[in-house]
């Protein structure tokens, strides 16, 4: 099993960063392949953000694209998500992700981007 906790969501206006962080924990720890992040806006379904392979393979979304970066600390168990120029349709609940042979969650955070 793997359990996953994710911080550094809030409020931020348009054209801002932000950090999101998520640490992995566990039995399985040592079998995770793929970390990443997905995020799901009010009336929309979940959508791949940024993965990143244990192997440092990143993989980004087009829309978020020259201004998102996906980063992993392997020693800590722990993947990030440095969010800059921040648009108001970046706003949702993002979600940490973590694969070996089975997918798991975190319960999400809640970034909004507003004037």
């Known amino acids: 099993q793997v359990q996953l906790v994710e911080s550094g969501g809030g409020l931020v206006q348009p054209g801002g960063s932000l950090r999101l962080s998520c640490t992995a924990s566990?039995?399985?720890?040592?079998?995770?392949?793929?970390m990443g992040w997905y995020r799901q806006a009010p009336g929309n379904g979940r959508e791949l953000v940024a993965t990143?392979?244990?192997?440092?393979?990143?993989n980004y979304a087009d829309s978020v694209k020259g201004r998102f970066a996906i980063s992993r600390d392997s020693a800590r168990n722990t993947v990030y998500l440095h969010m800059e120029y921040l648009k108001p349709e970046d706003t949702a609940v993002y979600y940490c992700?973590?694969?070996?042979?089975?997918?798991?969650w975190g319960r999400g955070t809640q970034v909004t981007v507003s004037p």
């Open positions: 990143i392979t244990r192997n440092w393979v990143p």
């Open positions: 992700t973590a694969r070996d042979t089975l997918d798991y």
């Open positions: 566990g039995s399985a720890v040592a079998s995770i392949s793929l």
